[in-house]
């Protein structure tokens, strides 16, 4: 903590997460949107839990519901269900290598959909597709990149894992 | 940051208070979820909150349209001139059309007249842009650039050239949101235009489907026919084509037929959309702009709309040029989208006939 860290990295990722959720895909692609909120979220718990809680996540949450437009809640709970799993194994995951990490991440993102599709049942919404089940794949696979990205803007050089 | 976890003792007593901590946010989020769904009286603060998150929106849309005007710009000169050639047949084909419809709607005109139908307002639009699109499985939702400064409102239906596309269930100053035909949860009463079979189209969460379940086997519809709102409810102006049923099969229980419907909009293209404001108030404004726009839409659609505005379309405004087209409609629908016109009109005319009074319910309600 002796570092000065840049302060904007942060709002500044949440709110590029929560345009990158919006953007409008080709429908080919759409199934395969990843959770980018959710995946930022972990970084930062991973990263900066002094400041990343389980409050932050909720409000987080909060925000994802009203720009997305879901059920107003949904988001909140999943992301909170997902940032105390991740304080839990915080410091395990901090020194796992990448892939291994990924790996992680991925059965997080699908323990999302699973929360989303019970949430979705309990409620008597319309469940997802089944094509969206492997968006936790194209999260898991775009983890490396976001960690090593937002490590780069966070620390100011790249850590060279 | 500590770069180690620490005992375990003192973990145990975090354990305990995270576990409250989860169960907490937990409860609340449960709670709220809970207050969506149910009571609906979130939605107050809700619309407040959406006037934060609108930039957002826009700056999501903004890489769609940098992408549709580059594909713009690159238009090459052969797809220019044969986009060219194309309208231009369009338009020689709608103006025939036009022609062969200005008759009818005299004739028309004559016989509400004779009918004593009451007089209805022009057709009264807000050509919008749209903003952002969101075409999710669970979600189908356009954010159009007009809100209510612009006259829009909650319940308003949208349109598009080829026919309905949704429904306005929110409005903000400069924007309004629109849900889609295609949403999960939205449902349209329908009319088969041949016959005027009652049906409801269901959405389906995909962008070039829509749904009819529960069709008693004795029903008579089949494929390729053109489903037009019905007017039923209130909610849609009668007469906006909605989809063509694309097939027909039995249900789990074969006693009943289910529908896939194509859509007759444009649901996933197009970057303008038409947001119909039912008060009949006849601004000059509006009436140059009804001029300039009903040229743009194809026959079929600026036909149905016609039919829509004018179930009772007002023997006095046949006179006047761009209302031409609205009363032509009624007998436009069968003559454009079926071929054989002449029997089929007093079908599709006999549903429109039994709209009137269910009609001026349609430009109150969505103020609601």
Redesign the interface.
């Known amino acids: 903590?002796t570092r000065v860290r840049p302060q904007w990295v942060l709002p500044l990722s949440l709110?590029v997460a929560?345009?990158l959720g919006?953007?409008?895909l080709p429908?080919t692609l759409?199934?395969l949107r990843p959770y980018w909120l959710a995946l930022v979220l972990a970084y930062w718990v991973i990263?900066?839990?002094?400041h990343i809680?389980?409050?932050v996540?909720?409000l987080i949450?909060?925000?994802g519901d009203?720009?997305?437009?879901?059920?107003?809640?949904?988001q909140?709970?999943r992301l909170?269900?997902m940032a105390?799993i991740l304080?839990?194994f915080?410091?395990r995951l901090r020194f796992f290598p990448m892939s291994q990490q990924a790996l992680a991440i991925g059965g997080l993102l699908l323990n999302d959909r699973i929360v989303t599709a019970a949430?979705?049942i309990a409620?008597g919404?319309?469940?997802?597709?089944a094509s969206?089940w492997l968006a936790p794949l194209a999260g898991m696979l775009l983890w490396p990149l976001l960690f090593v990205g937002l490590d780069s803007l966070r620390l100011g050089r790249w850590r060279g894992r | 940051m500590p770069s180690y976890a620490g005992p375990p003792t003192a973990a145990r007593t975090g354990d305990v208070a995270g576990t409250l901590k989860l169960l907490a946010y937990l409860a609340l989020a449960v709670t709220l979820i809970m207050l969506d769904h149910r009571g609906g009286w979130l939605s107050q603060v809700r619309r407040q909150a959406t006037l934060l998150v609108q930039p957002l929106w826009m700056v999501a849309g903004w890489p769609g349209q940098m992408v549709e005007r580059i594909s713009d710009d690159a238009g090459t000169l052969t797809q220019l001139t044969a986009e060219n050639r194309r309208l231009r047949n369009d338009l020689m084909l709608n103006q025939a059309r036009m022609a062969r419809l200005q008759t009818l709607a005299a004739d028309n005109a004559r016989l509400r007249g004779l009918l004593d139908a009451a007089e209805r307002g022009k057709l009264d639009v807000v050509l919008s842009p749209v903003l952002d699109i969101d075409l999710d499985p669970t979600r189908q939702r356009l954010v159009l650039d007009a809100g209510s400064r612009d006259g829009v409102q909650v319940g308003q239906s949208v349109i598009d050239a080829g026919g309905l596309l949704g429904q306005i269930i929110a409005v903000t100053p400069m924007y309004a949101n629109v849900l889609l035909l295609t949403d999960p949860s939205h449902a349209v009463p329908v009319a088969v235009a041949r016959n005027g079979v009652r049906l409801v189209v269901y959405g389906e969460g995909r962008s070039d489907l829509l749904r009819v379940p529960s069709v008693p086997l004795s029903s008579d519809i089949k494929v390729g026919d053109v489903l037009v709102t019905s007017g039923l409810g209130g909610r849609f102006a009668p007469g906006f084509p909605v989809g063509t049923i694309a097939s027909l099969r039995p249900d789990d229980s074969r006693a009943f037929l289910i529908g896939e419907v194509t859509p007759a909009a444009q649901l996933d293209r197009g970057r303008e959309v038409l947001v119909l404001l039912n008060q009949p108030s006849p601004l000059p404004g509006a009436t140059a702009f009804n001029a300039t726009t009903s040229p743009a839409m194809s026959a079929p659609s600026g036909a149905a709309i016609a039919v829509g505005q004018g179930t009772a379309a007002l023997p006095g405004a046949a006179a006047t040029t761009q209302a031409s087209p609205a009363p032509a409609t009624t007998p436009a629908k069968p003559g454009t989208q079926a071929p054989a016109s002449t029997p089929a009109k007093p079908d599709a005319q006999a549903p429109a006939a039994n709209k009137p009074p269910a009609q001026p319910a349609a430009p109150t309600e969505p103020r609601r």
């Open positions: 903590m709110v929560l345009i919006l953007l409008p429908p759409q199934p990263e900066d839990p002094d809680g389980l409050g996540a909720f949450g909060l925000a009203l720009v997305y437009g879901g059920l107003f809640g949904e909140a709970l909170v269900v105390y304080q839990r915080r410091a949430i979705h409620v919404e319309p469940t997802m597709p969206s």
